[in-house]
């Protein structure tokens, strides 16, 4: 039972813009960095954002992150069809000995 | 380019223990801004960070898991391992390898992945 919630779904046109929420509380989100991954079925998980808002190299500035108290947004503009993917926040959690916590994931589908 | 590569069996039996190692290749692992971690996905399902380790054998575990889990570090060898102990069908899982950053404990590198069924 992962302590970051995500939409489910989510979905636009190629072309749009979406944006994915990561609802945590002061004990992750609003103390620690969080990342986002992009996972393609059948593929490992790519590192999209760190630090709340910044890209790896090699990673579009269509995709952006943000971090506001105990939660964060990422955003993905001039949506394309192989943005189509599994989507997940990342941080640390600093309640009981501390771990790493993922958020519960959201689909992104390009109609 | 850092790669890692996760290796072990693909098929456990119930109640038995699950190992896996992962090879690092590209770079040298004892760097004190990195950790290595263990992440798994049940088929279906989100991801669940299992533990992370520090070059110097140093480990965090989740607390979900810690009774059953523990990691060790060969950097002579470039490899980090991970053990399961009294697995059930609920372990069946992707398990993928990743280097974290110490820092702020984002992977920037995984592992392909190896997938690992728990069944008689």
């Known amino acids: 039972q992962s302590v970051l919630i995500q939409p489910p779904s989510v979905s636009a046109a190629p072309g749009q813009k979406v944006t994915i929420s990561c609802s945590g509380s002061?004990?992750?989100?609003?103390?620690?960095?969080v990342s986002w991954y992009q996972q393609v079925p059948g593929t490992a998980p790519k590192l999209l954002i760190y630090d709340n808002d910044k890209r790896p190299s090699g990673i579009p500035d269509r995709f952006s992150g943000s971090k506001s108290g105990t939660s964060a947004t990422l955003g993905i503009t001039g949506l394309q069809t192989g943005d189509e993917a599994d989507f997940y926040c990342g941080t640390w959690d600093n309640s009981l000995s501390g771990l790493y916590v993922f958020g519960t994931g959201t689909k992104v589908t390009v109609l | 380019q850092l790669q890692l590569r996760e290796s072990g069996p693909g098929l456990v039996e119930p109640s038995e223990t699950l190992s896996l190692t992962c090879t690092v290749a590209g770079d040298s692992m004892i760097k004190t801004s990195y950790f290595w971690a263990w992440i798994r996905q049940p088929p279906g399902k989100g991801l669940e960070w299992i533990g992370s380790?520090?070059?110097?054998?140093?480990?965090y575990y989740n607390p979900s898991l810690k009774s059953r889990v523990t990691m060790s570090i060969d950097t002579s060898k470039n490899q980090f391992s991970l053990t399961l102990t009294s697995v059930t069908a609920a372990d069946t899982s992707v398990y993928y390898c990743?280097?974290?950053?110490?820092?702020?404990?984002?992977?920037?590198?995984w592992g392909q992945g190896t997938l690992v069924t728990v069944s008689s």
């Open positions: 990743a280097r974290q950053e110490a820092r702020n404990w984002s992977g920037h590198y």
């Open positions: 380790i520090y070059y110097s054998g140093s480990t």
């Open positions: 002061t004990s992750n989100i609003g103390h620690n960095y």
